[in-house]
């Protein structure tokens, strides 16, 4: 079988051609690599902006909580005030019941004075207590 010698400048060639492909080669890689940078670069940039809105967010629900608390503590005072009142007004109509039952059955409560003027009394405090010019 024959040989073929090969030149020393063939040689040379194939690795210039090499070195060029490996050069092109490096030089795709790095702007790959600046480019995965650069996407890098704004996928940290959003999280710091998502961060920086979630504590926004987190400061705002702390501050709804503390507003929903206050307006808790509010409604339970309105409701033992309309309990109170729903009591007072119990009392006063059971009294002024027993007033009108003593009346038809055509006998004159023998304090029928007394309890009027508690009755009125118990209104006129009621009626302060709540604001209520009458």
């Not at 940290?44 to 629900?61: A, F, G």
């Not at 339970?76 to 009591?87: D, R």
């Not at 006063?92 to 059955?105: G, K, W």
Request: negative net charge; without cysteine; hydrophobic residues 35%.
């Amino acid at each position: 079988m024959p040989t073929k010698s090969v030149a020393n400048e063939d040689i040379l060639e194939l690795l210039q051609e090499s070195m060029q492909m490996t050069s092109e080669g490096l030089g795709k890689l790095d702007r790959r690599i600046d480019e995965t940078n650069e996407r890098m670069d704004g996928l940290h940039t959003e999280m710091n902006s998502v961060r920086h809105d979630t504590s926004d967010l987190k400061k705002s629900i702390y501050r709804l909580e503390i507003e929903s608390s206050k307006h808790q503590e509010q409604l339970t005072t309105v409701q033992n005030e309309i309990v109170a009142i729903h009591v007072d007004t119990k009392e006063i109509l059971d009294e002024l019941a027993a007033v009108q039952t003593q009346l038809l059955s055509g006998g004159k409560p023998a304090n029928l004075e007394t309890t009027l003027r508690s009755i009125v009394h118990q209104v006129q405090t009621i009626a302060k207590k709540e604001g209520i010019s009458l």
